[in-house]
């Protein structure tokens, strides 16, 4: 159902699309939309609209519901990776596995990481443009963990852990869906992390001989697994 644009709402009453402020300075000021024309928007949660503007200010608008679509999810796939020294490698890693459908985007601090927080707001903001973008439904959760939080919970499905080390390795084609990929900072898992993600059932995972960066591996995975 998308149309040229698709926009993002997160209160949907009834028939009724109500638009926040952020959603109302692109819609009616940027793209000059006006009372009665037509929307196309998501939830983010799998649902497709399509609506008419009914009234509408600098602070928000709402928007009458004509027609809506269930968008099937598609398999698990979570993407936990060590926090990165720079914002914006992290804010293009969101953007392009949002565009690839990724399920999650954990961020942990890893042992040889170089940093220990992020902007999540900021990261949530880019995750739903990219939705927007690529006329997406389904907005990936964004969030951070410890690495102990991100290895117990609340993943049910089978977890692989990219190691540049030597080991017996998975490859790429051979990883199942769902699943949750665990991807290191450039220094590499220490052994430490290494050892709690196998002794919970961390199958090591090849991603190639070439060394990516974090961020390419992030989007590499995502790819290779949304797309075969």
């Known amino acids: 159902m998308p149309g040229h ?16 402020e952020t959603e109302a300075k692109h819609v009616l000021q940027v793209l000059r939309y006006a009372v009665g024309d037509e929307v196309f928007f998501t939830d983010g949660k799998g649902s497709r609209f399509r609506g008419v503007i009914a009234q509408g200010n600098k602070q928000g608008f709402q928007a009458q519901i004509v027609a809506r679509e269930k968008v099937e999810k598609p398999a698990e796939l979570n993407i936990c990776v060590a926090i ?20 999650s985007v954990v961020f942990f601090q890893s042992d ?11 990261m949530q903001k880019v995750a739903i443009a ?3 973008q690529s006329h997406g439904a389904w907005l990936p959760e964004v969030k951070q963990l410890t690495f102990s939080e991100a290895l117990q919970g609340p993943f049910l499905e089978k977890k692989y852990i990219a190691y540049c080390g030597d080991s017996e390795k998975v ?20 052994m430490k992390e290494l050892t709690a993600a196998t ?30």
């Open 84 to 103: 990165l020294k720079s914002g914006d490698r992290m804010e293009w890693a969101v953007e392009k596995c949002t565009e690839l459908g990724v399920s």
């Open 199 to 228: 002794s919970v059932g961390c199958l090591t995972l090849d991603l190639g001989v070439q060394i990516l960066r974090t961020e390419t591996a992030m989007v590499a995975i995502s790819a290779a697994l949304r797309l075969r």
């Open 130 to 132: 990219a939705l927007k």
């Open 5 to 20: 644009f698709t926009f993002y709402c997160k209160h949907i009453d009834g028939e009724l699309a109500h638009f926040d």
């Open 112 to 122: 040889n990481g170089e940093r220990g927080k992020i902007n999540l707001g900021r």
């Open 171 to 190: 490859g790429v084609s051979g990883v199942e869906l769902p699943a949750t990929i665990f991807i290191g900072p450039e220094g590499d898992f220490s």
